[in-house]
C-alpha cells in the first residue's frame, strides 16, 4: 500500500509517497528533471515488502509547492535543505539513498552533511564525476551558466518543451513502446504552470555548484565506503556510461550495472532494475 502525503517544511508544503513497515530499513528515492515522485511509482511498491520507501517531490517539482523564482531562491544547497528538513520530521536518521539526475546533487549534499545517516548508495544515471557528461546535451547548460543571455537562454528553453521530454524518456531506449507516454505527459504539464519556466531556469544555472562538491564527494567514499550500485542506462543521451565507472575509482567494491536503456531505466527496465536493489540491499542492509 502506497501512501500519498503531504508535510509542511519550512513553511513549504512538500508532497511525499510512503510505504513499507515504518520500522524496516529506510530508502530514500530523489527523483530527477524534469519529473517527480511519480517515477518512482513501480519502483515503490516493488521494494516496500522489505523497506521504508519515503519519495518526495522536489520544490517547485509535481505535487509540492512551486512559489515563484522571485520568492524563493532555487538552488540545490535550498532543495537539500528542504529533504533533510522532511527526513528529520519523519524520524529518518539512516537510510539508503536512491539518486537519479538532479536527485543526485542533493543526495550528494545530504551525505556530506550527514554522512552517518547514509546507509548505502544506488545512483541511476545520477552523475558524482566529470567523468560521463555528454557534451553534446550539456553545452547548452554549461553556455547558459557562463552567460545568460536573450540567445543562451533560448537554448536552454529548448528543454522545457514536450519535445525535448520526451526525447529524454525514449533515447537509448530499445523499444519506445515500454514508455508510456504518460510520463512525459505529465511531466511536461506541471511543467508548463505559470512561472515554473524561470524556476528550472535557475536550477539549471545553479547546476553549476555541483562539480565543484565533486572532490568532497569522493573524499567521503574514499573515507566512509559506503556500499554502491551504480545501475545505469548504457544509452543515456545526457549521462555516458562513464559516470558509473567512475564511482569504482573511490569505492572499488562498487557493484556497477550497465542496462540497455536510456536515462529513464525505470520505466524500460523497471523490473530488472528493482531485481538488482533488492539483491545489493538484501545484502548491505539486511
Known amino acids: 500500500m502506497v501512501h500519498h502525503r503531504y508535510a509542511t517544511v519550512r513553511g513549504r508544503r512538500i508532497f511525499y509517497r510512503e510505504a513499507g513497515p515504518a520500522d524496516a530499513p529506510a530508502v530514500v528515492l530523489l527523483h530527477g528533471y524534469p519529473t517527480s515522485s511519480f517515477m518512482f511509482r513501480h519502483l515503490i511498491p516493488a521494494l516496500a515488502d522489505r523497506y521504508h520507501v519515503i519519495a518526495p517531490d522536489h520544490l517547485g517539482f509535481g505535487l509540492s509547492d512551486a512559489p515563484s523564482a522571485d520568492e524563493f531562491d ?42 552517518e545517516a547514509v546507509t548505502a548508495i544506488i545512483t541511476q544515471n545520477g552523475n558524482g564525476y566529470d567523468a560521463g557528461f555528454v557534451p553534446g546535451f550539456w553545452q547548452t547548460v554549461w553556455d547558459y551558466q557562463r552567460e545568460q543571455t536573450p540567445e543562451t537562454e533560448a537554448g536552454i528553453r529548448g528543454a522545457l518543451t514536450r519535445d525535448a521530454i520526451r526525447w529524454q524518456y525514449v533515447t537509448g531506449v530499445p523499444d519506445e513502446s515500454l514508455v508510456s507516454p504518460d510520463t512525459w505527459e505529465h511531466d511536461f504539464a506541471l511543467l508548463s504552470r505559470p512561472g515554473n519556466d524561470k524556476i528550472q531556469l535557475a536550477l539549471f544555472r545553479d547546476y553549476a555548484t555541483n562539480p565543484p562538491l565533486y572532490p568532497a564527494l569522493h573524499e567521503y567514499l574514499r573515507r566512509n565506503r559506503p556500499p554502491v550500485l551504480a545501475v545505469w542506462g548504457k544509452n543515456d543521451p545526457i549521462f555516458a556510461p562513464e559516470g558509473a565507472h567512475a564511482f569504482a575509482e573511490d569505492v572499488p567494491d562498487a557493484e556497477i550495472h550497465l542496462l540497455d536503456g536510456g536515462h529513464f531505466l525505470l520505466e524500460s527496465a523497471g523490473d530488472e532494475v528493482a531485481g538488482l536493489i533488492r539483491a545489493f540491499l538484501g545484502r548491505v542492509c539486511p
Open 74 to 115: 532555487y538552488t540545490f544547497d535550498a532543495l537539500t535543505e528542504l529533504t533533510a528538513g522532511l527526513l528529520d520530521q519523519l524520524n529518518l536518521s539512516r537510510y539508503a539513498l536512491y539518486v537519479q539526475d538532479y536527485g543526485a546533487p542533493i543526495g550528494w549534499r545530504l551525505a556530506l552533511t550527514h554522512p
